[in-house]
């Protein structure tokens, strides 16, 4: 608790925080937010199956961890709620659109995902993660929770097909409690293993069919 305590502190520092993350890592702690850890390694397999390097790729309120992990053709970043997802599209379509813990925060997801398909080229794709157990987080507001047929749901209520869509979640009990009251990193004995009744964070991968006009 006091090592995730002075890394919470630290990570307000960026230039700071590279230089400890780098260090941390080559002894084996995992810098990255417990709840968060299998999402992104399922997340980032994935993408790597896309050739990174050839995508245009947006992401709704981006983070560098992104952008850290890969060299994308070219990358755009918007700022929720300055740039409304809800209500805004940009004038470009993209290969791949990422929403990383953005959509909880919408108060029309249903509105933000229709905009969301409208920016994708055909055959292009979302990567969307959500948190479920986990205390409310009002960044400026919390509106919604989804397990992963909801997700689903949801996408295909965007435009995407069924049979296009995968959604998944992870989470465990010692996660689930381990985050009642600050965001936790992994470190060296966060456990990875997946109770499916316990799901602290759900994602899903969707495809914009090629077929579409």
Same mark, same amino acid.
């Given at each position: 608790?006091? $090592?995730?305590?002075?890394? &919470? ?33 399922? @997340? ?26 890969? #060299? ?13 997802? @809800? ?12 929403? &990383? ?27 969307? #993660? ?17 397990? =992963? ?8 209520? @965007? ?5 296009? $869509? ?8 010692? @996660? ?22 316990? =799901? ?14």
């Amino acid at each position: 608790m006091i $090592i995730a305590g002075l890394l &919470d502190a630290i990570w307000q520092r960026p230039a700071l925080w590279e230089k400890l993350r780098g260090m941390l890592r080559s002894v084996g702690y995992d810098t990255t937010d417990w709840v968060r850890s299998a999402m992104y390694r399922d @997340c980032f397999a994935f993408i790597h199956t896309l050739g990174p390097e050839r995508l245009d790729v947006l992401e709704i309120s981006g983070g560098n961890q992104w952008t850290r992990d890969f #060299a994308f053709k070219s990358y755009e970043n918007t700022e929720y709620p300055g740039f409304d997802i @809800c209500a805004e599209t940009l004038p470009r379509q993209f290969d791949l659109i990422i929403a &990383d813990q953005v959509f909880e925060h919408l108060p029309w997801p249903y509105r933000a995902g229709r905009n969301v398909w409208s920016m994708l080229k055909p055959g292009g794709h979302l990567v969307i #993660a959500t948190p479920f157990l986990v205390r409310v987080h009002r960044v400026p507001i919390d509106c919604s929770r989804w397990t =992963p047929d909801g997700l689903s749901y949801l996408l295909q209520e @965007c435009g995407f097909a069924a049979q296009d $869509i995968r959604a998944q979640a992870w989470g465990n009990r010692a @996660c689930l409690v381990g985050n009642l009251r600050s965001w936790r990193k992994r470190g060296f004995f966060g456990s990875l293993a997946n109770e499916p009744d316990y =799901p602290v964070m759900v994602w899903a991968f969707a495809r914009k069919s090629p077929d579409t006009t």
